[in-house]
Nanobody
Framework: QVQLVESGGGLVQTGGSLRLSCAASRRTSSSYDMGWFRQAPGKEREFVAA??????????YYGDSVKGRFTISRDNAKNTVNLQMNSLKPEDTAVYYC????????????WGKGTLVTVSS
């Protein structure tokens, strides 16, 4: 069993930045993908970003709504994944969930409990 614990959420103004972090409770295989989803009130959970690891380095994937504004990174030695969020918009307001799985997070094996990000207009 792996527990994922998110941190870094909070309240920020439009145009501001936040950095989310997610720590896994134990060492996991670097072959797993890690990343983030989000869920706004009354909406379905939405893919945000994922990072996979292969012999030639990291591969990153982003949802269309965050491309160019969010950056995902990973530290395999520390079992952490981070999400740098810039140029935040009110529509980015959501609970952000850390995830670990396969196939670019098409298959999620573990979820974190989430951290709330609120962007004020």
């Amino acid at each position: 069993q792996v527990q994922l614990v998110e941190s870094g959420g909070g309240l920020v103004q439009t145009g501001g930045s936040l950095r989310l972090s997610c720590a896994a409770s134990r060492r996991t295989s670097s072959s797993y993908d890690m990343g983030w989803f989000r869920q706004a009130p009354g909406k379905e959970r939405e893919f945000v970003a994922a990072i996979s690891w292969s012999w030639n380095g990291a591969n990153t994937y982003y949802g269309d709504s965050v491309k160019g504004r969010f950056t995902i990174s990973r530290d395999n030695a520390k079992n952490t994944v981070n999400l740098q969020m810039n140029s935040l918009k009110p529509e980015d307001t959501a609970v952000y969930y850390c995830a670990l799985g396969d196939r670019g997070l098409a298959d999620v094996h573990y979820w974190g409990k989430g951290t709330l990000v609120t962007v004020s207009s």
